[in-house]
Nanobody
Framework: QVRLVESGGGPVQAGGSLRLSCAAS????????MGWFRQAPGKEREVVAV????????HYADSVKGRFTISQDNAKITLYLQMNSLKPEDTAMYYC?????????????????WGQGTQVTVSS
């Protein structure tokens, strides 16, 4: 069983920064594909970034490349999303998600474990 708890969201002005955290209760004996997703009102949930805990490999959505950075702590327990140069279109509920082993898919439907989400609101 994997339990995920996000924190760090809130209101921010355009151009500002936020860092989201995801505390994961899971086995560190196995590798996981950890991801950040977001969902804006009336839109589908979309991938923001994913990280494979085994080797730290990452993948980003084109819309956030160069602005967002996904990372994990040395203990591989906490996942982070550093968000810089935020834009109003980044406004959404942000979710942490996990699937065991490799990042074979980055579709939301293929991640069985989810946190409750943290709201990010970027004002212009």
């Amino acid at each position: 069983q994997v339990r995920l708890v996000e924190s760090g969201g809130g209101p921010v002005q355009a151009g500002g920064s936020l860092r989201l955290s995801c505390a994961a209760s899971r086995s560190t004996d196995s590798s996981y594909c950890m991801g950040w997703f977001r969902q804006a009102p009336g839109k589908e949930r979309e991938v923001v970034a994913v990280l494979y805990t085994g080797d730290g490999g990452t993948h980003y959505a084109d819309s956030v490349k160069g602005r967002f950075t996904i990372s994990q702590d040395n203990a591989k327990i906490t996942l982070y999303l550093q968000m810089n140069s935020l834009k109003p279109e980044d406004t959404a509920m942000y979710y942490c998600a996990a699937q065991m082993y490799y990042c074979t898919s980055i579709r939301a439907a293929d991640f069985p474990y989810w946190g409750q989400g943290t709201q990010v609101t970027v004002s212009s």
